[in-house]
């Protein structure tokens, strides 16, 4: 029986490569900006063309959270970008409270202010998400 079980351990090492079991996750913090920043851009195309001058937060009287971010064009033309908001709770999990991806249209060096709202007084932070449109 030993014999036979040995065998199948080895056999299963050199199929898969290991003697199997768990294993810990690897990168855990690598590509994470998206759970530790406020205002992250999501393609290179909007990392070169847009960029934000800052962002406010403000808890309402009824305990939501109202964000506004200031987003800049960076380029000399007009671009299309997406624009989207995640509310998460103190441990940084969502509420399930995210606003729908919103077209911005940027002319020439602009800038224009977004504000976003959560819809419950669950969220303690956020993530405000950028990509190209699409």
């Not at 855990?28 to 800052?54: A, C, H, I, R």
């Not at 000399?76 to 998460?88: D, G, P």
């Amino acid at each position: 029986m030993e014999v036979r079980e040995k065998h199948e351990n080895v056999r299963r090492t050199v199929i898969t490569g290991h003697a199997g079991g768990a294993y810990e996750p690897r990168n855990t913090t690598k590509y994470d900006l998206e759970n530790q920043g406020v205002f992250v851009l999501m393609d290179k195309p909007t990392q070169v063309s847009v960029t934000t001058s800052g962002v406010q937060e403000r808890r309402l009287e009824d305990g939501r959270l109202e964000v506004v971010t200031h987003i800049r064009n960076r380029q000399n033309r007009r671009i299309q970008v997406q624009v989207s908001c995640v509310f998460k709770d103190a441990q940084g999990f969502s509420t399930g409270d995210e606003t729908p991806w919103q077209n911005v249209i940027l002319t020439e060096n602009s800038q224009e202010d977004l504000r976003f709202l959560s819809m419950n007084n669950q969220a303690v932070r956020y993530t405000i998400r950028v990509r190209q449109a699409r």
